[in-house]
């Protein structure tokens, strides 16, 4: 706990202890810290973690980032809704067993829609995956945790079979395939190693499996199962089909027609994925796909904790310093001020107190390198924070994570222990500078806390309200001392900047240096976390590492930034990316997230969507953001639902350039972007909405769906459509009663034949 | 205090170095607008004082900027116009109340309906009946005429009975019972300035009444007498020729009964001269009575050397149309206010008291007016207006209004006895939170409510005399 712990840590425990924050337990907390109970709850009304009422026994939480809205999780949640039967001005089941609520954004935008039910991500859930899914959920709940046999490790010609622990391959199943391993190998008693890693940034082939031997030999599976992992270790460590039980060769014979056998090579993803890696250039993520993210051994003999030896033994302060500020470093959390003006100016200051921060507070819908950085590389992103401490004599480092993300949570938590028993940073620690606490302070669920004043509010325990700038957080910060506020990402380079300097700025030119992490999400083929150079094209992103667009549809838009960047068109696709050349063109970096659109989104919608988002997240402060954004989502909802007027796009610009120009926080000075960037490069699609027509056929007002011949009545539409609009009639053609189509799209989505498709409204 | 020069609209000033632009603006006489009056450490949240930075170009609220030296800043450039304006109209969009009732923003006879139906309900007869009468010197008359957009306009007549209150039968009540008296009618008519009034129609007795009201011994030049059109459409004459006896008896008023031209040698016997002539005959006889009284007004205004000064109907704020359940909000709100009020005096329903009661002195309401804001440019929020009223104490408060700049938390924070207050929620969700285990006290109440710039906060037992 942090020297000066405020009522928002104490409030989180409690909402973990009991699921909600009664009046009771606000006044008693609020009497304890010496607030009133009007300042209690009012901070506390201001995160979305925290409830008000009894809760049920599990939570389920919808994910509405970006990809999921894509692809229907507004959907999803009314489904879970009407299942489980929840009235529509609560949110609790009738019997008590489940609430179900949104959530900004999960960081898992390859398995979207995402869904979470306690501890538990559940994903792609699809409106006829709800059941499943709550079936599954309760299963899981009555299993027993088994006792997993210990392995010994094995030091000499080493065989590993290593297991990605991120959260996207946690969710896609990874923890029970490396049960399996275990349980397999000790079994056969095989003579390897079996460990985590960290994340190899191709998600949407999770969960990982990867063979490597001492010689350098690699072989890697996506999509792995129990069963599937257990052949690849017979067939491919034994070297036979032998050690293969009777049982188990019949039943895949006989039950899948031999498919088992055929995924093992179809599954074996290696050579494929050495060109994608070829043509990145994986930096601050370099090398956490080889090994434990929580071994501080494996770390060191990758060349971790140079850096802090270097500030040790052979440099001064001035002197790392000068290498980040020729090193021409970037702050990574989107605004792109250098690093190295702000750490000069906190180091400057007079103040004996100084305090570091790292933002973990990654809000952005569509955005989880920051996630991925701290579950896969936490002791680099600690390292850099220790350069900062040392560098400035820091009083305390804090790290500020979403509590959405409890895996990083805990492995960063897990990884300050490692490093207080190995003695590099806090009582004990062996540099001076460095015997100062690690702090891990969990973000209660509020957007705006990404703003660095908002987040410093938020740390000192009171409602996250951006504060007035200047002064900067570097010359009166957290509790009114210098402090130095840099996002994971940034940290995350720092130790490797220092210690191989070149290798940084070989890569990107001019004032954008190095390399920059983007999560790939979309209609792509290839989804996933990526790290290239600075000035890198969108097309090479695109097409090259995310293998462009999916078959039977065309690029139509790339999205970056989440609700602070814009929308682009194709003809940004050749632009090099990088801080200077976004701005340029109406977005903005963000914290990196990409999604890129195909003919079937739609560009108002997506406008739409971000823009109820900033809304839903405005702190509240400035008119302009608070009402502006929901004037805007208004208009938008207009045009979207066929209302809308030629005259509403006049207003639309002028709202979101007065939000642009007068707004007081980052937060609210970009809102607009989604909005103008698509106005500028899309206007043809308004005006189509204006005159009752969504080309890509996504807004349910204005759009209708039809069956066409190549309906071979196999009726499967008839079954899952949840009102019941398509008649039973088998072997016939299909009709959909337009009175009763929702235009939920899910007979579209799941037709063999590909015969429903969008027709458009007769305005008449 | 360390000075600095800063440099505004051109001028250079001289300022302190912990000051902020609003506050040297303020000391220079520097006219900016704001809601917030640069009081206490808030941060600017309505952006209306926004002045531009030369060098940058970008804007910046007045209130929350310090001054540096050598800092240069406009306060009245096309950019900073446009976007104070935008800002306005923002706040409006969420500022969900009446400035003025309906009934009477809608009354062509100016009438403060509203008012006199508070008066009526607080048994004050004789006081509604006076301010009936200033605007409607014959009210039977042109009840007879009266189409009653007051009673139409009528919030309580969206129910599901369609009723509303009973606005033509309480004027009638009040015509019947309480005659026109002067008021201060002490001096002799011979030592009064004399008024003349040409034209004997509607627009000539209001302006009759509104002389006399203002001390004048009032002579009305007509060839037909009183009201003599007026008259003609009605069957009930008796009614209307004892009403308009009533009037000139108690305005004192003398008659010639020919047309008297403006440059006719008789007018010279006169101090002023009020010549309703020129307004249409065709007019709507509550409209007449209007532009009677506005001609009356401004020639004695142009008399005593000052400007006329006419209660305006404005109203750039408006509820707009509610829905059932939200009348019935509202109603439970006043029956919250005065619980004892359950019904008005002719038996019809109680009044729902839809005008702000800061109405005269809101500040938003007066930038609104500043900027020429117009109510059709508001944006109108589709998101549930949170309507009701709460009261803890003797503060009650009216979210739907609050435009959530802070200034009553400060303030409670900072009296010699802090007083606990805080916002809830976020975004447009924000609003004031109070501890119902803690209900202020009423001296720390009304200093609360003060600071309100607008009618969101007020306190109970001091009502409307709060910002004498």
């Known amino acids: ?764 | 205090m360390s000075a600095c020069t800063i440099t505004i609209d051109g001028k250079a000033l001289a300022a302190g170095k912990s000051e902020t632009v609003l506050e040297v603006c303020n000391r220079y006489d520097i006219y900016i607008p704001s809601l917030c009056r640069g009081m206490g450490d808030h941060r600017a949240s309505c952006l209306l004082c926004l002045v531009e930075d030369t060098k940058s170009g970008k804007l910046l609220p007045a209130c929350e900027t310090q001054v540096s030296h050598g800092m240069s800043l406009n306060t009245n450039t096309h950019a900073v116009k446009d976007m104070r304006t935008q800002s306005l109209t923002m706040l409006l969009a969420e500022h969900a109340g009446d400035c003025t009732a309906p009934c009477a923003l809608v009354c062509p006879a100016h009438l403060e309906t509203d008012k006199m139906v508070r008066l009526v309900e607080d048994q004050k007869y004789e006081e509604a009946a006076q301010l009936l009468y200033s605007a409607i010197p014959l009210p039977r008359a042109s009840n007879m005429f009266c189409p009653g957009p007051c009673e139409k306009s009528c919030r309580r007549a969206e129910e599901e009975d369609g009723i509303p209150v009973s606005i033509r039968p309480v004027k009638d009540f009040l015509a019947a019972n309480y005659p026109p008296v002067l008021k201060n009618n002490t001096a002799d008519n011979a030592n009064k300035k004399k008024a003349l009034i040409i034209g004997g129609g509607p627009a000539g007795i209001a302006a009759v009444w509104y002389a006399a009201c203002n001390g004048y011994a009032v002579t009305l030049a007509d060839s037909q007498g009183y009201a003599g059109m007026l008259k003609a459409g009605i069957d009930e004459k008796p009614v209307i020729a004892a009403e308009i006896d009533n009037l000139v008896k108690a305005a004192d008023a003398s008659l010639i009964t020919r047309d008297i031209a403006t440059d006719d040698p008789l007018t010279q016997d006169f101090d002023i001269l009020i010549n309703t002539g020129l307004i249409s005959a065709q007019m709507a006889v509550a409209r007449a009575f209007y532009h009677g009284r506005e001609e009356a007004a401004k020639v004695i205004a142009h008399a005593k050397g000052v400007t006329p000064h006419l209660r305006q109907k404005s109203s750039p704020s408006r509820l707009g149309k509610c829905s059932v359940p939200e009348i019935e909000t509202l109603l439970q709100n006043r029956l919250k206010r005065n619980a004892h009020k359950t019904e008005s005096v002719a038996g019809g329903k109680l009044c729902l008291d839809c005008t702000c009661w800061k109405s005269e002195t809101c500040l938003l309401k007066k930038a609104a007016e500043d900027h020429k804001i117009k109510t059709a440019t508001i944006p109108r929020l589709n998101h549930k207006r949170d309507l009701e009223l709460v009261i803890c104490g003797a503060l009650e408060y009216e979210p739907a209004k609050c435009m959530r700049c802070g200034l009553c938390i400060n303030t409670a924070q900072k009296l010699s006895e802090p007083y606990p207050l805080s916002f809830e929620n976020r975004g447009i969700d924000t609003r004031l939170l109070f501890d119902y285990n803690l209900p202020a006290p009423v001296k720390t109440a009304h200093r609360i409510a003060q600071v309100c710039p607008i009618g969101a906060l007020r306190c109970k037992d001091y009502g409307e005399k709060i910002d004498e």
């Not at chain 1, 108002?604 to 900033?614: G, H, I, L």
């Not at chain 1, 699609?685 to 011949?709: K, N, W």
């Open chain 1, 1 to 764: 706990m942090r020297k000066l712990a405020t009522i928002l840590d104490e409030l989180i425990i409690i909402q973990n202890r009991e699921g909600w924050l009664s009046e009771e337990s606000l006044r008693s907390v609020a009497l304890k810290y010496g607030l009133s109970y009007p300042e209690a709850r009012g901070c506390a009304t201001f995160y979305t973690y925290f409830r008000f009422t009894p809760p049920a026994r599990h939570a389920i939480h919808v994910c509405i980032g970006t990809a999921c809205h894509m692809k229907g999780a507004e959907k999803i949640y009314e489904t879970f809704r009407e299942k489980l039967s929840i009235a529509d001005n609560e949110d609790i089941d009738p019997k008590g067993l489940f609430s179900v609520d949104k959530v900004a954004c999960l960081g898992c935008c390859m398995l979207a829609p995402a869904v979470q039910i306690d501890d538990t991500i559940y994903g792609p859930v699809n409106p006829e995956d709800v059941e499943g899914t709550i079936k599954t959920f309760l299963a899981s709940q009555f299993k027993k945790e088994r006792q997993l046999p210990v392995l010994q490790t094995v030091t000499t010609n080493n065989t590993t079979v290593q297991i990605c622990s991120c959260t996207s391959c946690r969710s896609a199943g990874s923890e029970s395939v490396r049960h399996a391993v275990i349980e397999h190998v000790a079994a056969r008693k095989l003579p390897v190693n079996v460990e985590q890693t960290g994340c190899t940034g191709i998600s949407h082939q999770s969960p990982l499996l990867q063979i490597s031997h001492d010689n350098g030999k690699k072989a890697l599976w996506g999509k792995v199962t129990p069963r599937l992992a257990r052949r690849i270790i017979d067939e491919y460590l034994t070297g036979s089909t032998g050690a293969i039980s009777m049982t188990d060769r019949l039943i895949d014979l006989l039950f899948t027609g031999g498919r088992e056998r055929a995924q093992l090579n179809d599954n074996r993803i290696d050579s494929e994925y050495a060109d994608i890696f070829n043509m990145q250039s994986r930096f601050t993520f370099a090398g956490c796909d080889e090994r434990d993210p929580l071994s501080y051994t494996s770390y060191i003999n990758a060349g971790g904790g140079e850096a802090i030896d270097r500030c040790f033994r052979s440099h001064s302060r001035e002197e790392i310093l000068q290498i980040i500020t020729e090193s021409g470093l970037r702050g990574r959390g989107g605004g792109g001020y250098p690093t190295s003006s702000k750490w000069q100016m906190a180091m400057q200051s007079m103040d004996s107190i100084k305090y570091v921060i790292c933002n973990g507070d990654e809000g952005d819908p569509g955005a989880f390198m920051d996630r991925m950085l701290l579950e896969s590389v936490p002791f680099a992103v600690l390292e850099g924070i220790a350069v900062a401490v040392w560098l400035l004599h820091a009083a305390e480092a804090i790290l500020y994570i979403r509590a959405e993300y409890p895996l990083a949570i805990r492995q960063i938590r897990h990884a300050i222990d490692t490093l207080k028993e190995k003695k590099v940073i806090g009582p004990d620690a062996a540099i001076p500078e460095l015997r100062v606490p690690f702090t891990v302070v969990e973000g209660a669920g509020a957007f705006v806390c990404g703003e660095e004043t908002a987040l410093l509010e938020s740390l000192e325990g009171r409602r996250g309200i951006p504060r007035p700038r200047p002064p900067f957080p570097s010359e009166s910060g957290y509790y009114n001392h210098p402090t130095i506020i840099n996002n994971v990402e940034t940290f995350a380079s720092i130790p490797s900047l220092i210690s191989n300097t070149e290798n940084f700025t070989r890569h990107g030119k001019g004032n954008n240096r190095g390399t920059k992490s983007f999560a790939l999400a979309g209609k792509i083929n290839r989804p996933g976390l990526i790290e290239v150079p600075l000035g890198t094209t969108l097309r090479t992103i695109i097409e090259d590492i995310g293998g462009g667009v999916p078959d039977g549809s065309r690029f139509k838009a790339v999205q970056i930034g989440g609700p602070s960047g814009g929308c682009l068109d194709k003809s940004a696709l050749d632009v090099p990316i990088d801080f200077d050349s976004l701005a340029g063109i109406g977005a903005m970096m963000g914290s990196g997230g990409i999604i890129v659109l195909d003919t079937n989104d739609c560009m108002v919608e997506m406008a739409r969507y971000f823009t109820a988002f900033s809304a839903m997240e405005s702190c509240g402060r400035c008119v302009i953001c608070r009402t502006g954004n929901h004037a805007m989502t208004d208009i938008l909802t207009r045009i979207t639902t066929g209302s809308g007027k030629p005259e509403d796009l006049d207003s639309l610009k002028r709202i979101g350039n007065s939000l642009k120009s007068i707004s007081r926080c980052g937060l609210g000075r970009t809102s607009a972007n989604p909005v103008l960037s698509t106005l500028t490069h899309f206007e043809d699609e308004y005006l189509q909405h204006i005159d009752g027509r969504c080309p890509a056929g996504v807004c349910r007002e204005l759009t209708l769906f039809e069956i066409s011949d190549d309906c071979i009545g196999c009726t499967r539409c008839a079954r899952e459509c949840p009102t019941g609009a398509i008649a039973f009639t088998p072997g016939e053609r299909h009709i959909i009663q337009q009175k009763l189509c929702i235009r939920c799209g899910t007979c579209r989505r799941i037709c063999p034949e590909g015969a429903v498709y969008v027709s458009m409204h007769d305005n008449d």
